[in-house]
């Protein structure tokens, strides 16, 4: 599976933006799509997870009500919608891929750049 992200950019604050990550090769029902983001001098984090099959989402409570994770199955693309952006939203932004049953994420995509001036 290759996972490519885009949609990143320089927002203001209280602005929004709609990342991308478009997945190519074998992608199966049981997969779990996430996203993440690392901050600078911060470990990754992780914000938003989906299903591939059943869509059922997942977030990390600190975006809770201001991001929207959702799937395209026809697309094979994972979107994550950010709205109401702060400064602290300002990282890099990968997109992720696992197996259902295993604990970690398997395939990684490259980083989309979101950063949010006061």
């Known amino acids: 599976v290759q996972l490519q992200a885009s949609g990143g950019g320089s927002v203001q604050a209280g602005g929004s933006l709609r990342l991308s990550c478009a997945a190519s090769g074998r992608i199966f029902s049981s997969y779990v799509m996430g996203w993440f983001r690392q901050s600078l001098g911060k470990e990754r984090e992780f914000v938003a997870a989906i299903t591939w099959g059943g869509g059922r989402t997942s977030y990390v409570d600190s975006v809770k009500g201001r991001f929207t994770i959702s799937r395209d199955n026809v697309k094979n693309t994972v979107y994550l919608q950010i709205n109401s952006l702060k400064s602290e939203d300002t990282a890099v932004y990968y997109c992720?891929?696992?197996?259902?049953?295993?604990?970690?994420?398997?395939?990684w995509g490259q980083g989309t750049l979101v950063t949010v001036s006061s």
């Open positions: 992720a891929c696992r197996y259902s049953s295993s604990s970690g994420y398997d395939y």
